[in-house]
């Protein structure tokens, strides 16, 4: 009597919910699945889609389109050549056709020298309203020109003053046609050493890296910027012109030729160190967050890195990938949702384990970075709480039964 009774106690408390009360890991299969899309009221982080994962699913997922500095910038040409701008140091030198003229010294009767026939007037800094001083022409306007018709406008002004003048121009810190590199550099050596106010070779953080005649592209100033400290894998590209910024993974600059862009005086480059880790919850065998440690991985080596679905506890049909995806990527897999008019959807991936081919698809799906992963629990495991917490109340119970009969 007494076990028909536990038994009817214990159906009714399954029936009734009582593992609702009970400690959990998460959500189970079929609350997974019946919430998608149900929250009509409480926003857009309460409705999801949830889609199955075959290889249609992976192979719809291959063409997501990434972000690109070709397309954000569109550039495939070198700049022009560059020209002097507000900030440049440069130095004028002035030759002239024979000695005793403004700028070429007096005639030496006693020496083997006939005198110096140049002059070179001191390092000066572009001013603001974008001119240099040269004695005897003036005040000269240098900026957003090129050395060559500065040198010629020069040799003007001072024809009738000096003998047969003939004027070279030095750029010696060019300020306005360099690129600014921060973030991971491993050191501002190189070309960005010589620049004023970029600070010594070794300072670690980026610095201006100059841009050359000849044009430079990413990985050219990256280069000289002394490359980065961080792994390749873990840094980010992020280049700012303008209104318009774009970033993109170091790795994919390195392997497509199509993205290492060239640059523009006034860029900005920021090398951003954000390793790639995805979250382990759930009936795992690790709960944590784990780092990819490489370019890139599937959904079968991450379940291999968070020691795969544990025996006792994992519902193999209920493996979930939560993800945001662009509204583009959902409209692709469901062309009816309402929710593709936000910008970024929630999107649950469930993989069902017990199907063999899932296998196969797990080591073609991508995994992408703060991607998490969750595993319910078995139904089983729920009844196999109920039964714990149901022994832990009648144990008591049964001992005091026993000890009463042994008295008896």
Do not use: H
Request: charged share 15%.
């Amino acid at each position: 009597m007494v076990r028909v009774g536990t038994l009817a106690a214990l159906a009714a408390c399954l029936l009734g919910g009582c593992s609702g009360f009970l400690p959990a890991a998460g959500p189970t299969t079929d609350a997974v699945t019946s919430g998608a899309g149900i929250a009509t009221d409480q926003g857009l982080l309460a409705r999801y889609e949830i889609i199955d994962v075959d290889a249609a699913v992976v192979e719809a997922l291959r063409g997501r389109p990434l972000d690109s500095l070709l397309a954000s910038f569109g550039d495939r040409r070198s700049a022009v050549q560059p020209v002097v701008g507000v900030g440049d140091s440069v130095t004028v030198t002035i030759w002239e056709a024979s000695t005793g003229g403004l700028f070429s010294g007096p005639a030496i009767a006693d020496r083997f020298s006939a005198g110096s026939k140049a002059s070179t007037i001191p390092e000066q800094i572009v001013s603001r309203d974008g001119t240099i001083s040269v004695p005897y022409a003036g005040r000269i306007q240098v900026a957003g020109k090129r050395a060559p018709e500065i040198q010629a406008q020069i040799e003007q002004e001072l024809a009738g003053k000096a003998i047969q003048p003939q004027v070279l121009l030095t750029v010696n810190s060019p300020l306005s046609t360099s690129v600014t590199v921060l973030g991971e550099a491993a050191s501002a050596g190189g070309r960005a050493a010589g620049l004023r106010g970029a600070g010594p070779a070794s300072l670690v953080g980026g610095g201006r890296v100059p841009l050359t005649e000849k044009g430079d592209r990413l990985l050219d100033v990256v280069a000289s910027a002394g490359g980065v400290s961080a792994p390749v894998n873990e840094t980010f590209v992020r280049l700012s012109r303008g209104q318009t910024t774009a970033t993109v993974p170091l790795t994919a600059v390195v392997s497509s030729p199509r993205e290492n862009i060239f640059l523009r005086p006034g860029d900005t480059v920021t090398l951003v160190r954000d390793p790639q880790t995805f979250l382990a919850v759930g009936a795992l065998g690790a709960q944590a967050e784990i780092p990819f440690n490489a370019e890139g991985i599937t959904l079968a080596q991450a379940l291999a890195k968070a020691r795969g679905l544990s025996d006792y506890q994992a519902d193999p049909a209920g493996v979930f990938l939560f993800r945001f995806e662009p509204a583009s990527v959902v409209r692709r897999l469901r062309p009816r949702s309402p929710l593709v008019s936000a910008a970024q959807v929630p999107v649950v991936y469930r993989v069902n384990m017990r199907d063999p081919n899932s296998l196969f698809v797990t080591q073609a799906f991508r995994m992408r970075n703060r991607d998490l992963v969750y595993v319910s629990n078995a139904p089983f495991t729920e009844v196999q709480k109920v039964l714990s917490v149901f022994s832990a109340v009648t144990s008591p119970i049964t001992a005091g039964a026993s000890l009463y009969s042994v008295t008896r």
